[in-house]
């Protein structure tokens, strides 16, 4: 039953883990805007010709 | 071609506006101004389109273009340096203000600004808080083109004097979410080390483990109890110092009573301590804090007159040139120039150009106001037409509008409400508990020294209100939240409670009472014929003047040419039209002597033809819609109106708000604050609502401030709520609907004091044990949280809002 030891000691240390992850993820400033980055991703990337900005105002240009 | 569209009028593919007065179509596309078409242009041509598909017609119309010379102040290192939050040898951090940001099209665009201007590297929208973060490399671009690109594309950040006030990066206060966490993640597993406890079937377990089990939850409870309680301790320590009980004193006894008896219990090795409670009641409380913390991003309640003027001003020199100087560096003497729209910074007199200064802002006064060469302009009017120069009289901390601010209104902290329907709880429950906790040691001490012991820390740990604290912050949540989704913003959940209490509402008049933008006008005198009225209209548009805009727009037919067209700035106009002498204008222009002119304190306007005096126009003011049912439900307050106007309305107001309403005229601003202040001296509880910054004295000296404005991402002056426009129709509910929440607080109450009284029964009979304790803390706060959430989305149901 000693093994309940060791056991603990990890699920404690694991769970320390999440909260360091949690309270690094606050102090990073993930948590301050809950909106923008859900509508950033839904953006579509732009198609090749224009992914590099200044060939696309050449192409665009001519 | 315009013809042929009139019957079936398009709307502008930039910004959706109908193109009404004007279409333009290029590119296969209308649009309703050459500003919102050349926005279209710059975009397509940098291939930003996307901009376009993302939202339908996502822009800001660009019917008002501005000089882009206004941002020349930009150049100035020294206010580039106040504004920017970072610089190194490379590049350049800011942060803008964007309040016309509105739509997922607006973060598309900011977010692609490096397209358009190769010197920014990054911009990052933060769209709640309506900001863009933009990093740029200050030796490809400058502050200035990197703002003038903003303008141009319509997002024209607002840099205001404010910015400039010392570094106040406004960060998000994130203490109480590691609180929660940490309180969280040790509630977890202290409840994981305590669950053995609750079955019968782990003795064997527990005696095996039961003292290892009870150091570890200690050490787990110590983060807990010296950070994320510490809330608790502090505010209580506070209120005794200041010898008055608060809700947080029960709390604090509580808590530190549970901590000390597990230790206890641990060390002696009597028991299995009481951590899980207490860890969790901690838990549960914060999450009343958080929730109870609802801020609205956007919105700022603590504006002084620093967020309304600009950060700096044309200033001419001797020889003539123009220089733009950071407006604190304005000196008595400096010559001025302020443009089209430009706002005075100062108190400054008139030396050249025809005024026409628009106060709306500060005073209320609907129309702009003609002033003439000499004449001294207070700061805060916007002018209005062409430019002009003028010459500063005060300082810019010293002007008429403020001086409100040296008020001692303004340098208080605002003290928090003692008498909180919480805080009067926790009184009584502190009383109760030590009677009952003595009366147990009274009754245990001769028999049972141990059991004594037991039944004392029992009793107060039990009457810990973990449940009464609770209910407040989540009616006041609720209730804010309500509110919120009504357009009624609260600067925190204390104003529901002050709004509760509220006796005597005072109004400000101009703009809160009536409607700004419009203005009903009636013409007396002679009957005009069709003609006479078509002639009138012709003359009147050539006129910019918002009067001759407004008496135009009420004419019917076409307009006539007009010959020899003159205006005279502050006088009227004359026109010839179909060989009639018509002059329109002022009394004095006119020719009418000061004891014939009618109704001088209205706003006239006088019509001639051929010398022959006609008739007048008069503009009255229009009162919002609902005013009439909002003033006979507050029929129960104490109702009083504070107007910097003069009192032509006095009859009108009459017999809207019935003869014992208090009407209170040409006040200023230092008035009002003052008239706020007898008021509460008589121990009324007062609530005003106003507009402007004339009104922000009173506004801050009233117990509840409410500013009322039509774009809530407009200046508002400082205040402890704004409320939009449109609800305004809706105040008296908001009102009625605070009240019922207090009612609902004290329901929640009594649910929350049925577990003490349970509680405190197993207390005094020294029945309290942890497994007790673990299963009545979790049932009143969920409790208690859930019928606080219920009764009030019911009571808002009801109240229809």
């Known amino acids: 039953m000693y093994i309940i030891f060791l056991m603990i000691a990890i699920s404690v240390t694991v769970a320390a883990a999440f909260l360091g992850a949690f309270l690094w993820a606050v102090r990073s400033g993930q948590y301050d805007d809950d909106y923008t980055p859900a509508v950033r991703m839904l953006f579509d990337n732009e198609t090749a010709t224009t992914g590099k900005g200044k060939d696309a105002k050449k192409s665009q240009g001519a | 071609m315009e013809a042929a569209l009139q019957t079936n009028v398009q709307t502008c593919y930039h910004c959706g506006d109908s193109c009404e007065d004007e279409l333009i179509v290029a590119h296969d596309k209308a649009f309703c101004c050459a500003g919102c078409k050349t926005v279209y242009e710059l975009l397509e041509e940098n291939n930003l389109c996307t901009y376009y598909n993302l939202e339908e017609a996502p822009g800001t119309t660009g019917k008002k273009p501005l000089a882009e010379a206004r941002f020349a ?53 933060n769209f709640l808080r309506k900001e863009v973060s933009l990093t740029y490399f200050h030796h490809k671009t400058t502050l200035r083109e990197v703002v003038t690109l903003l303008a141009r594309i319509g997002y024209e950040p607002e840099i205001t004097l404010a910015n400039t006030d010392g570094k106040k990066t406004s960060k998000p206060n994130r203490t109480i979410i590691y609180k929660l966490g940490i309180a969280g993640f040790c509630f977890g597993n202290v ?17 095996t483990f039961g003292s290892f089990f009870g150091y570890l939850s200690f050490v787990l409870s110590i983060p807990v109890f010296f950070y994320s309680a510490r809330g608790f301790f502090t505010s209580a320590l506070e209120g005794i110092k200041q010898r008055m009980v608060n809700i947080d004193l029960p709390i604090a006894t509580g ?25 969790g009641l901690v838990f549960f409380m914060l999450i009343g804090k958080y929730f109870q913390q609802k801020t609205y991003d956007t919105l700022s309640f603590d504006r002084d007159y620093t967020s309304y003027f600009p950060v700096s001003v044309t200033v001419l020199q001797e020889s003539g040139e123009e220089e733009a100087v950071a407006v604190r560096n304005l000196k008595v003497g400096n010559r001025i120039r302020i443009r089209n729209q430009e706002l005075i910074p100062a108190d400054a007199m008139l030396l050249r150009g025809t005024a ?23 700061a805060g009017g916007r002018q209005v037409g062409e430019s002009i120069e003028l010459e500063v009289v005060k300082e810019v901390s010293q002007g008429y509008l403020t001086q409100l601010w040296n008020d001692s209104v303004f340098s208080k902290n605002e003290t928090q409400s003692v008498n909180t329907y919480a805080n009067v709880a926790g009184k009584w429950f502190i009383i109760v508990t030590l009677i009952v906790a003595a009366g147990s040691l009274v009754y245990w001490v001769p028999r049972d020294m141990e059991m004594a012991m037991r039944a004392f820390t029992s009793v107060l740990i039990i009457a810990c209100p973990c449940a009464l604290s609770l209910a407040t912050p989540f009616v006041h949540g609720h209730t804010l939240r309500v509110f919120g989704k009504n357009k009624f913003y609260l600067k925190n959940t204390a104003v529901v409670e002050t709004l509760a209490k509220i006796d005597t509402v005072v109004f400000d008049k101009t703009g809160t009472l009536t409607e700004p933008s419009a203005a009903e006008l009636s013409y007396n005198g002679k009957a005009l014929t069709a003609e006479q009225q078509r002639s009138i209209k012709s003359v009147l548009s050539h006129s910019t003047h918002p009067l001759s805009q407004r008496i135009f727009q009420s004419l019917q037919g076409e307009t006539f040419p007009v010959d ?32 014939d002119a009618k109704d001088t304190l209205k706003t006239t306007v006088y019509v001639s033809f051929n010398g022959i005096v006609l008739g007048y126009y008069t503009f009255f003011n229009v009162y919002r819609q609902g005013l009439k049912d909002i003033l006979t439900d507050l029929s129960d307050k104490k109702i009083a109106v504070l107007s910097g106007d003069n009192n032509h309305e006095q009859a009108r107001l009459e017999e809207l708000l019935g003869k014992e309403a208090a009407l209170n005229f040409n006040q200023s601003p230092v008035q009002k604050l003052e008239y706020i202040q007898q008021l509460k001296n008589q121990h009324h509880q007062v609530m005003m609502v106003g507009d402007g910054l004339n009104d922000a004295g009173a506004l801050r000296q ?27 129709d809706r105040l008296s509910k908001f009102l009625s609907f605070s009240k019922t929440t207090m009612k609902i607080i004290l329901a929640t109450f009594a649910v929350s004091l049925v577990y003490n009284v349970i509680g405190l029964t197993l207390a005094v009979q020294g029945l309290f044990s942890p497994i007790v304790s673990a299963i009545l803390m979790p049932i009143s706060s969920l409790s208690v949280i859930i019928f606080a959430t219920l009764s009030v989305k019911v009571a808002a149901k009801r109240a229809g809002l």
Not at chain 2, 573 to 593: F, K, P, T
Request: hydrophobic fraction near 40%; charged fraction near 15%; glycine fraction near 8%.
């Open chain 2, 255 to 279: 808590l530190l009573a549970l901590f000390i008896t597990s230790i206890y219990q641990v060390v002696t090795a009597t028991g299995p301590g009481y951590f899980d409670s207490f860890t």
């Open chain 2, 564 to 595: 020899n067209f003159q205006e005279f700035a502050g006088k009227g106009l004359v026109g010839e039209v179909n060989g009639n002498i018509i002059r329109i204008g002022s009394a004095a222009y006119i020719g009418i002597s000061a004891g």
């Open chain 2, 356 to 378: 026409t200064i628009d106060y709306s802002f500060v005073s209320g006064e609907s129309e702009p106001v003609e002033k003439v060469v000499g004449e001294v302009i207070y």
């Open chain 2, 191 to 207: 409840m994981l080390l305590a669950f053995p406890d609750y079955l019968a079937f782990t003795g064997d377990l527990q005696r």
């Open chain 2, 73 to 125: 102040y930009l150049d100035d290192a020294g206010v580039e340096a106040q504004l920017i939050s970072f610089k190194d040898d490379n590049i350049c951090k800011i942060t803008f203000y964007t309040p016309q940001m509105h739509c997922s099209s607006c973060i598309w665009l900011l977010e692609n600004l490096f397209k358009l201007n190769p010197g920014v590297s990054e911009s990052t929208v």
């Open chain 2, 702 to 728: 009233s117990d509840a401030g409410i500013a009322l404005t039509n774009s809530i991402t407009n200046f508002s002056p400082s205040c402890d709520a704004i409320l939009d426009a449109t609800a305004f």
